[in-house]
């Protein structure tokens, strides 16, 4: 698997493939979220460019679209997971947590965040395993809150919501040898 910045004519592959992950929502009576709109090639773009677009590669079989992507932002210093997935065809191979690790080092920022479902099991219960843990809503930063608050205005806390962070370099460590407040 080669993990890489993608080229810009993957990014319409990108759509097919968040479609493709999010149809496993419908099963849990999640349909609004297994039928929203992937992002546009606009924002999908505007991710490849600042290189805060990320995708998995399969190497056994070359000229193959991407089966798994992950975009990020800096969030108050963090960098914030804003979207990450893999195609059905190639789950639970580990695709999603090298995606989320190789966003770690690439952005050389102090902790990775997230928002997430919390009773999704490939949601929260997943990031948990990757070592994220959930922040309490009264300590999250000005750029989390926000974020919160729009999710809140598109809907999406219909279903219970939380917010993770993961220190860089924490994960398979004790928390403890490594924690770095974001400014
Ligand atoms: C979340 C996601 C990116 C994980 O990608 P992945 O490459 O399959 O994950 P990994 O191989 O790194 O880890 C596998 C683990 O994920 C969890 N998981 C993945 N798919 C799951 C499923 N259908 N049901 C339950 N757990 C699941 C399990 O903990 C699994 O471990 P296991 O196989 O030992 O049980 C992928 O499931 C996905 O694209 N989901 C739909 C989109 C989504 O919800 N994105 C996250 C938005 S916050």
């Known amino acids: 698997m080669l993990i890489r910045v993608p080229d810009p004519a993957d990014l319409p592959a990108l759509r097919a493939l968040e479609r493709a992950a999010g149809e496993g929502f419908r099963a849990l009576g999640m349909a609004p979220v297994a039928d929203d709109e992937p992002p546009s090639p606009a924002l999908l773009t505007e991710y490849q460019q600042a290189g805060r677009a ?86 999250l930063t000005p750029g989390l809150r926000a974020i919160r608050a729009h999710e809140a205005e598109l809907g999406l806390d219909r279903w219970p919501r939380v917010c993770m962070r993961r220190e860089a370099g924490a994960h398979g460590r004790s928390r403890s040898v490594r924690h770095i407040m974001c400014r």
């Open 54 to 139: 990320l995708a998995a590669y399969d190497t056994d079989r070359p000229g193959e679209p991407p089966r798994g992507y992950l975009l990020w932002d800096r969030v108050d210093g963090c960098a914030h997971i804003e979207q990450v997935s893999v195609h059905p065809e190639r789950a639970r191979r580990g695709i999603g947590r090298t995606l989320i690790d190789r966003a770690e080092r690439a952005s050389g920022l102090p902790a990775l965040t997230l928002t997430t479902f919390a009773d999704v099991p490939w949601n929260a219960p997943y990031y948990a395993r990757l070592g994220f843990r959930r922040l309490a809503a009264d300590t």
